[in-house]
């Protein structure tokens, strides 16, 4: 069993950035691959990035390559996500997910934090 708690959203201008955080409970984080997903009013929850259970492999969703960064630290069962250069369409809940199975597929991901909202202002 695994608890999420995503934590570091909020308001910020566009091009500026954020970094949300998602603690973890439970002594098998590490054995998990961890996500983040994003749904945006009106619409389907998104893949946005995740990271292997080691961190060494790290998997983004064409939209947020180059501007986010997804890291975990398996001894602090904390995984982050690094966002850059935020725009107006990166405004969402960002969920934190915690699963075994395919990387971006949200149906794969057995543990869902509460999300966390962010807005880009323009």
């Known amino acids: 069993q695994v608890q999420l708690v995503e934590s570091g959203g909020g308001l910020v201008q566009a091009g500026g950035s954020l970094r949300l955080s998602c603690a973890a409970s439970?002594?098998?984080?590490?054995?998990?691959?961890m996500g983040w997903f994003r749904q945006a009013p009106g619409k389907e929850r998104e893949f946005v990035a995740a990271?292997?259970?080691?961190?060494?492999?790290?998997y983004y969703a064409d939209s947020v390559k180059g501007r986010f960064t997804i890291s975990r630290y398996n001894a602090k069962s904390t995984v982050y996500l690094q966002m850059n250069s935020l725009k107006p369409e990166d405004t969402a809940v960002y969920y934190c997910?915690?699963?075994?199975?395919?990387?971006?597929?949200?149906?794969?991901?057995?543990?869902w934090g509460q999300g966390t909202q962010v807005t880009v202002s323009s």
């Open positions: 997910a915690a699963g075994r199975g395919a990387t971006m597929m949200s149906s794969e991901y057995d543990y």
């Open positions: 439970g002594r098998t984080f590490s054995r998990y691959r």
């Open positions: 990271v292997s259970w080691s961190g060494g492999s790290t």
